[in-house]
T-cell receptor
Framework: SQQGEEDPQALSIQEGENATMNCSYKTSINNLQWYRQNSGRGLVHLILIRSNEREKHSGRLRVTLDTSKKSSSLLITASRAADTASYFCATDRPGFQKLVFGTGTRLLVSP | GAVVSQHPSRVICKSGTSVKIECRSLDFQATTMFWYRQFPKQSLMLMATSNEGSKATYEQGVEKDKFLINHASLTLSTLTVTSAHPEDSSFYIC????????????FGPGTRLTVL
């Protein structure tokens, strides 16, 4: 399977704490994207990082990419209860439009 | 941002019946749409890539005769689950690419299919 892996599978923190999720993938990539999914809902695009970028910020989100290790991390700072969701990384390969999703991290932020 | 809708959001059907799910791009033209399925607490698995005006490309292990895909216009793709069985019960999600050179897929809200 080409599916990427994420860890941890589940993460439980208190509001105000930071949450870090990691994603590893198997092939060379064009881009890596992070998505959020609330239970039973569709996906919300969070951030896209290109293969030639190493770090990207968007609000309380910080994404890093290490292509030599084929890994990425998503950091959510000062978490809120509303951040409770599943988070998925997804990669696309050069010449291919389709996305390969990671296994996901279920984040629970308690008030 | 671009909006993708799916209809219906939830459907319950009996074994042996066929179910059609629609995916529409509301404010942009989508030359390429994708269909995924997601089992509870699992990730999204790509089923097929749908290109307007041509046959869909199915991923390995996905039965093309069971999951019929039609992308008849630049704003609509349909997935028909034929002769549905309980094991087809899942969350089906579509996504759309705005056009050549665009990397971001816009996802629909998903359709929950339950086959009794």
């Amino acid at each position: 399977s080409q599916q990427g892996e994420e860890d941890p599978q589940a993460l439980s923190i208190q509001e105000g704490e930071n949450a870090t999720m990691n994603c590893s993938y198997k092939t060379s990539i064009n881009n890596l994207q992070w998505y959020r999914q609330n239970s039973g809902r569709g996906l919300v695009h969070l951030i896209l990082i290109r293969s030639n970028e190493r770090e990207k910020h968007s609000g309380r989100l910080r994404v890093t990419l290490d292509t030599s290790k084929k890994s990425s991390s998503l950091l959510i700072t000062a978490s809120r209860a509303a951040d409770t969701a599943s988070y998925f990384c997804a990669t696309d390969r050069p010449g291919f439009q389709k996305l390969v999703f990671g296994t996901g991290t279920r984040l629970l932020v308690s008030p | 941002g671009a909006v993708v809708s799916q209809h219906p959001s939830r459907v319950i059907c009996k074994s042996g019946t066929s179910v059609k799910i629609e995916c529409r791009s509301l404010d942009f033209q989508a030359t390429t749409m994708f269909w995924y399925r997601q089992f509870p607490k699992q990730s999204l698995m790509l089923m097929a890539t749908s290109n307007e005006g041509s046959k869909a490309t199915y991923e390995q292990g996905v039965e093309k005769d069971k999951f019929l895909i039609n992308h008849a216009s630049l704003t609509l793709s349909t997935l028909t689950v034929t002769s549905a069985h309980p094991e087809d019960s899942s969350f089906y999600i579509c996504s759309a690419l705005e056009g050549e050179g665009h990397n971001e897929q816009f996802f629909g809200p998903g359709t929950r299919l339950t086959v009794l």
